[in-house]
């Protein structure tokens, strides 16, 4: 006789199943899906694995909630729309179709996307072993290879985290969750509302500030990606967060105390008066230096990458170095043969994020209304694609032959979600790879809390 299981674990999953209904109304595109489970939620949105009836793929669904309801929630769903909506680059995720339904608040966004089988989160600390220099390496020069697509149109992802960055058990890297991208404008102030937003949507992205976004200076376009590549460069060496700030004033101190006080220039820009006497009282300090930063009783130093990681996170945006004298950068020397060609991020996609970021609400309404609409006649996941985009192919991008990663659970993760959520699963996506039969680097399952 089958075994059943606990009334208690049934109720558990007879509710689940119940929210996952009511999260996930599809409409009239519930024809075409089927949602399975609620994966991951994030500050714009919750994620959901679900079955695409035509394709017979798995995929993940991210729903934005009232995308309409305000200006802020508005410019960013229409942001991440436009980021997505033409590019076409081996490691950032795939868009495959959106449509929207209507909500009690406004309009629900739904954004079809490739389904990972999990994320660098859990490839980090889903295990107590540390992660070879070759797989940091190849991780790394993934990275910089889709940031540097996206810099070279002048967009920064500003959000850049190991949970937004999704692997599947071949070691490829794909960017994901675009809800903070924005078109870089340098030496810009974001108004009031957006910071706000931005410096208090989760507390797990304090690690990942850049100084300037901590200090509220003029905003250095694209050089706050490179600040968040360096900490989590840093955090697959360590497998612990470089400076593991728990609120603003304690990032700040953090980062003040290890790499010493900023210098005059830095301060003079600081717009918040309060930040700049937190920051005097805090007294002159030397810093640490880069080498006892980084330094592990159980990690041997490698000095490449340490060098990579002060010239990525240089207190001075003006002197961090860019995403591509990073790529090129001696720590990436084997990859050096490979020829890097990214192909042109197209055009329309700046014009595109460009023109919504001084919109009143009601123009922002009536863009989420005609960009979905447009976006299903168009039929993006019928495998037509536009001018102008990426030549990249998978077999474009250099294979990582140290072995494959462990997912195991049936649980998948997609774009949006906390480090709460790193859970890992079966993927649509995955490429094939002769590597499979060798041990995998993390085997343990991260529970799924939400």
């Not at 997505?84 to 959106?98: A, G």
């Not at 376009?221 to 304690?250: H, Q």
């Not at 890992?424 to 809390?449: A, F, K, M, V």
């Amino acid at each position: 006789m089958k075994n059943k299981k606990p009334a208690f674990n049934r109720i558990l999953d007879d509710l689940a199943r119940r929210q996952l209904l009511l999260d996930f109304q599809f409409g009239s595109a519930g024809y075409n899906f089927e949602a399975i489970r609620n994966i991951g939620a994030g500050a714009f949105g919750i994620v959901c694995e679900a079955y695409d009836k035509i394709t017979g793929d798995k995929v993940a669904i991210k729903k934005i909630g009232h995308a309409s309801a305000t200006p802020t929630l508005s410019r960013r769903t229409l942001r991440e729309l436009r980021v997505l909506r033409y590019i076409k680059h081996d490691n950032i995720i795939r868009l495959r179709d959106i449509f929207r339904t209507s909500g009690s608040l406004g309009i629900n966004v739904f954004m079809v996307m490739d389904l990972m089988e999990g994320s660098l989160y859990h490839v980090i600390h889903g295990t107590y072993e540390f992660l070879e220099y070759d797989l940091i390496t190849f991780f790394m020069y993934q990275l910089l290879r889709g940031l540097k697509y996206l810099h070279t149109a002048g967009i920064a992802h500003r959000d850049l985290k190991p949970s937004n960055l999704l692997v599947n058990s071949d070691c490829h890297l794909r960017i994901a969750d675009f809800g903070m991208a924005k078109l870089a404008i340098k030496h810009e102030i974001e108004n009031i509302e957006e910071h706000c937003f931005y410096m208090t949507q989760h507390i797990a992205t304090l690690p990942y500030r850049a100084p300037e976004l901590l200090f509220v200076t003029p905003e250095h376009s694209t050089a706050v990606d490179m600040w968040a590549v360096g900490c989590i460069f840093a955090e697959m060496i360590l497998k612990r967060e470089l400076f593991p700030g728990r609120s603003v004033s304690s990032q700040i101190k953090i980062i003040v105390t290890q790499l010493g006080t900023p210098p005059d220039k830095i301060m003079d820009d600081i717009r918040c008066e309060r930040t700049k006497n937190f920051i005097q009282d805090l007294g002159f300090q030397p810093g640490w230096g880069w080498p006892n930063i980084m330094a592990h009783d159980e990690r041997e130093t490698n000095e490449m990458a340490i060098n990579l990681i002060s010239q990525l996170m240089d207190m001075d945006a003006d002197k961090r170095v860019d995403v591509n004298q990073a790529i090129y950068h001696s720590f990436f020397k084997s990859y050096w043969n490979n020829e890097i060609n990214e192909g042109a991020c197209p055009f329309k996609v700046k014009m595109d994020m460009a023109a919504v970021e001084n919109l009143p609400h009601e123009k922002l309404i009536a863009l989420i209304i005609k960009d979905t609409r447009a976006t299903e006649d168009e039929h993006l996941n019928s495998g037509s694609t536009s001018s102008g985009t990426s030549s990249l192919s998978p077999a474009s991008i250099p294979s990582y032959t140290g072995g494959s990663l462990g997912f195991e659970s049936e649980v998948s993760i997609s774009g949006t979600q906390t480090e709460n959520s790193e859970t890992n699963s079966q993927s649509s996506g995955s490429r094939p790879d002769s590597r499979e039969n060798r041990p995998p680097l993390c085997t343990e399952e991260i529970p799924l809390e939400i």
